[in-house]
Nanobody
Framework: QVQLVESGGGLVQAGGSLRLSCAAS????????MGWFRQAPGKEREFVAT????????YYVDSVKGRFTISRDNAKNTVYLQMNSLKPEDTAVYYC????????????????WGQGTQVTVSS
């Protein structure tokens, strides 16, 4: 498995921006499609975005399309989530995850997970 460590969370006002990073180690990063998920208090973990091994394909949940951008730098073994125009409903713990297949939105298809980073958006 690949080890994942997220960073970049914090407190931001509505309309603001944050960039999350997820550093990978332990295996060949480019062998994995990567995803971001989030979990708000009292809610189930939700898919946010995913990116293919080389970064050429991405997919987003409808609620973040046009506001969030997932990207990766395979030379730095890092995946990013740029979050713009943040809303209070984006408040959650954000997790990055790795999968050997691309295209899934289901957490069960992701075998490696980070510890999560808290994002809080105030109104």
């Amino acid at each position: 498995q690949v080890q994942l460590v997220e960073s970049g969370g914090g407190l931001v006002q509505a309309g603001g921006s944050l960039r999350l990073s997820c550093a990978a180690s332990g295996r060949t990063f480019s062998d994995y499609a990567m995803g971001w998920f989030r979990q708000a208090p009292g809610k189930e973990r939700e898919f946010v975005a995913t990116i293919s091994w080389g970064g050429g394909s991405t997919y987003y949940v409808d609620s973040v399309k046009g506001r969030f951008t997932i990207s990766r730098d395979n030379a730095k073994n890092t995946v990013y989530l740029q979050m713009n125009s943040l809303k209070p409903e984006d408040t959650a713990v954000y997790y990055c995850a790795a999968s050997t297949t691309y295209g899934s939105r289901w957490s069960a298809d992701f075998g490696s997970w980070g510890q999560g980073t808290q994002v809080t958006v105030s109104s």
